[in-house]
C-alpha cells in the first residue's frame, strides 16, 4: 500500500506564490509518473501537471508559465510552484502516484488533498 501525504497549501493574496510538497510512502518498488490534480467548487477534478521519473514534465496549457512540477526521486517527493495566483485558482490541489510495489503489482494512489484558497 502506498500512502501520498500533501502539505503547503493555504491562504495566499492574488500574486502571491505558493509551493506544494506530495511525499509517498509504504511499499514501493518504483514511481512511474506523479501528478497533480485539482477541483474547484462545483467543479470537476482537472489535471494540473505531471513528471515522469525522468523529469519529463507536461502542465496543463493554461497553466504554463504560472505552475512548474518537480520531482526529487530520492524522496519520493513531487513539488507543485504555483506562481502570480489568481482567484481562480482556488482549490483542492490532489497528488497522485503510479507505479510498482512489485514485480506484477502496480499501484495508483491519491492523497488526501490540500486546500489552496487565494483571496484578498
Known amino acids: 500500500q502506498v500512502q501520498l501525504v500533501e502539505s503547503g497549501g493555504g491562504l495566499v493574496q492574488p500574486g502571491g506564490s505558493l509551493r506544494l510538497s506530495c511525499a509517498a510512502s509504504g511499499s514501493i518498488l518504483y514511481i512511474n509518473r506523479m501528478g497533480w490534480y485539482r477541483q474547484a467548487p462545483g467543479k470537476q477534478r482537472e489535471w494540473v501537471a505531471d513528471i515522469t521519473t525522468s523529469g519529463i514534465a507536461n502542465h496543463a496549457d493554461s497553466l504554463k508559465g504560472r505552475f512548474t512540477i518537480s520531482r526529487d526521486n530520492a524522496k519520493n517527493t513531487v513539488y507543485l510552484q504555483m506562481n502570480s495566483l489568481e482567484p481562480e485558482d482556488t482549490a483542492v490541489y490532489y497528488c497522485?502516484?503510479?507505479?510498482?510495489?512489485?514485480?506484477?503489482?502496480?499501484?495508483?494512489?491519491w492523497g488526501q488533498g490540500t486546500q489552496v484558497t487565494v483571496s484578498s
Open positions: 497522485n502516484a503510479a507505479g510498482k510495489t512489485g514485480p506484477l503489482k502496480g499501484f495508483n494512489s
